[in-house]
C-alpha cells in the first residue's frame, strides 16, 4: 500500500506560505505557514498531521487488539500531543503523548491496559516514529 501527501511552498520560511494536499482528497490545498506552526494562526502544521496520523493509526490498532483479547470497545478516544522542542541540531520532534479514554463494557482492567500498551507498540505510525529509513529523490528544476 502507498498513501501520497504533498506540499506547495513559495517565499521565505517567516514571510512565505504552503499548501498541503492528500492523495484522498481528505486535504486539499490546506493553507500552512510560518504563523500556523508557531504562532497559531488558523490553518495546518506538519505536527499536528503527525498528532492526528498517530492518534488515528493508534486507535485503530487498538480496536483490533482489544477485539484478539474478546473486547468491543463502545468508544475510544485518543489525543495525540506532539512535542517539539529547540535543540542544538534545530528544532526536533522530541515526543508524542498519547491520551486515551476508553469505554470497553465488561472489560478487564489488565488486559485493557497490556492491549493498550501492545497498540501503542505495534501501530504503524508508533513503530515510524521510533525508526524508519527516508529516502529522498531531489530534482532540481
Not at 45 to 72: D, Q, R
Amino acid at each position: 500500500m502507498r498513501k501520497t501527501a504533498s506540499a506547495r511552498w513559495t517565499g521565505t520560511i517567516k514571510e512565505g506560505s504552503g499548501h498541503l494536499s492528500t492523495q484522498s482528497g481528505a486535504l486539499s490545498d490546506q493553507p500552512y505557514g510560518f504563523n500556523t506552526r508557531f504562532e497559531d494562526a488558523p490553518g495546518t502544521n506538519p505536527e499536528e498531521l503527525i498528532g492526528a496520523a498517530h492518534a488515528g493509526c493508534f486507535t485503530m490498532a487498538l480496536s483490533k487488539v482489544l477485539e484478539e483479547a474478546g473486547m468491543v470497545a463502545e468508544k475510544l478516544e485518543t489525543k495525540a500531543t506532539v512535542k517539539m522542542e529547540k535543540e542544538d541540531a534545530g528544532f526536533t520532534i522530541t515526543a508524542v503523548d498519547l491520551e486515551l479514554k476508553a469505554t470497553i463494557p465488561g472489560a478487564d482492567r489488565e488486559a485493557f491496559f497490556e492491549a493498550a500498551q501492545t497498540a501503542k507498540e505495534t501501530c504503524p505510525v508508533s513503530r515510524l516514529l521510533a525508526a524508519a529509513e527516508i529516502t529522498l529523490d531531489a530534482e532540481l528544476l
